[in-house]
């Protein structure tokens, strides 16, 4: 059986305020700056930039900077805004069931 | 023959300026504030606090989250000081050397 891992609150919301930040920002880009466009500018493929947008994926520093400057923005401004309601005391549980 | 990776300088410089940020604020929390004390407080192991703060470790965003929680620091104001003198353009080229 397949185990599937099931992300605490406090991961989830991490993931999703790093997505909705990207997605704002790549829209501000214009309604032809599409996911495939941003990874060609930020040299990431466009399956990656999906699962950032959607929350699905624990992105590393190196990757958050390739996004940034694929969408013209820099590590001070992009989070400055959107990350202030991450429930942190429920960050450190992880759970996996069957 | 053992592979070592050189990272370019673009990359170098985001994880040195991780680092160095880390530090800073570990130590506005006073010189008892161990590496090892951040550990705790972060829920991380010592020698993972220690290798991010060297820059040796491309942290991911739920690490750097949990770093940040440790330094009873937010996210904004983490990322305001200190990132802007990255050498962006450089940020792709990985080389590896035997």
Request: zero cysteines; proline letters at 0%; aromatic letters at 8%.
């Amino acid at each position: 059986m397949k185990k599937k891992e099931i992300l605490s609150k406090g991961r989830q919301d991490l993931l999703n305020a790093f997505g909705k930040r990207m997605k704002t920002l790549r829209n501000q880009k214009g309604r032809k700056f599409s996911q495939e466009k941003l990874g060609e500018a930020s040299g990431l493929h466009r399956n990656y930039i999906s699962d950032a947008e959607r929350g699905t994926r624990n992105v590393s520093l190196v990757a958050i900077l390739k996004i940034i400057n694929g969408l013209d923005s820099s590590i001070s401004e992009f989070f400055a805004v959107g990350f202030d309601n991450i429930d942190t005391l429920n960050l450190y549980d992880t759970f996996s069931v069957e």
